[in-house]
């Protein structure tokens, strides 16, 4: 989810009040703005990344700016993804032994057929 944050409009430092975990978004914003053009860059045709040199939009600047628009877009609807339970065994029906004689009975056809 794209942030609506702009190199004209950048995130700002201190969170909005919906965001849940605002150390995170600190961290979050400062690395989105470590990963923008350098400022001779910005009017380039083609810039680059002022931090990591790459093409820019850069993959790093990608990734912060998705994680800023999940922080204050999805935090409203987000509900947390938990683990499914882990079913219970079955419990057994036949007692153990009638189990075992079960299985000695099948185990002795078997052999008297072959």
């Given amino acids: 989810m794209r942030s609506p944050y702009t190199l004209d409009n950048p995130p700002p430092d201190e969170p909005p009040s919906e965001v849940l975990v605002p150390s995170l978004w600190r961290v979050q914003a400062r690395w989105w703005k470590r990963h923008t053009p350098a400022l001779d ?37 987000a509900a947390p993804i938990l683990p499914s339970p882990v079913p219970e065994a079955p419990a057994l029906t036949a007692p153990v032994h009638t189990i075992g004689a079960t299985v000695s009975g099948m185990v002795a056809a078997a052999a008297a057929k072959s």
Avoid: F
């Fill in 41 to 77: 860059q910005l009017s380039a045709k083609h810039p680059v990344c002022g931090h990591c040199g790459q093409s820019w939009p850069c993959h790093s600047w990608a990734c912060w700016d998705g994680q800023l628009g999940q922080a204050v877009g999805g935090s409203i609807t």
